[in-house]
């Protein structure tokens, strides 16, 4: 399995920008998928979470501010994220839980990470 994020870069605070993740290869079923980000010298955490139902979760930082979605159908996760601070400043990495045929296990599969700079 593989997942390619997309729509990381540059932007000012204030701003928008919007992260996308496909999830390509062996999958039977995916559950849970989410965004999480490591910056410098901290430890990764988890930005936002969305189960296969459509249920969410976000950390208390970017609660108001990001929207996670997802698409079952194409297998994609989406994280809009909206007034941008340069605490936001770090590496994002798109995340599933797959099941690759009915017979295997659920995996935790990760993304290479996108970069997003933001700019005070």
């Known amino acids: 399995v593989q997942l390619v994020e997309s729509g990381g870069g540059l932007v000012q605070a204030g701003g928008s920008l919007r992260l996308s993740c496909a999830a390509s290869g062996s999958i039977f079923s995916i559950n849970a998928m989410g965004w999480y980000r490591q910056a410098p010298g901290k430890r990764r955490e988890l930005v936002a979470r969305i189960t296969s139902g459509g249920s969410t979760n976000y950390a208390d930082s970017v609660k108001s501010r990001f929207t996670i979605s997802r698409d079952n159908a194409k297998n994609t996760v989406a994280l809009q994220m909206n007034s941008l601070k340069p605490e936001d400043t770090a590496v994002y990495y798109c995340?599933?839980?797959?099941?690759?045929?009915?017979?295997?296990?659920?995996?935790?599969?990760w993304g290479q990470g996108t970069q997003v700079t933001v700019s005070s």
């Open positions: 995340n599933a839980d797959v099941r690759a045929y009915v017979w295997s296990n659920t995996i935790a599969s």
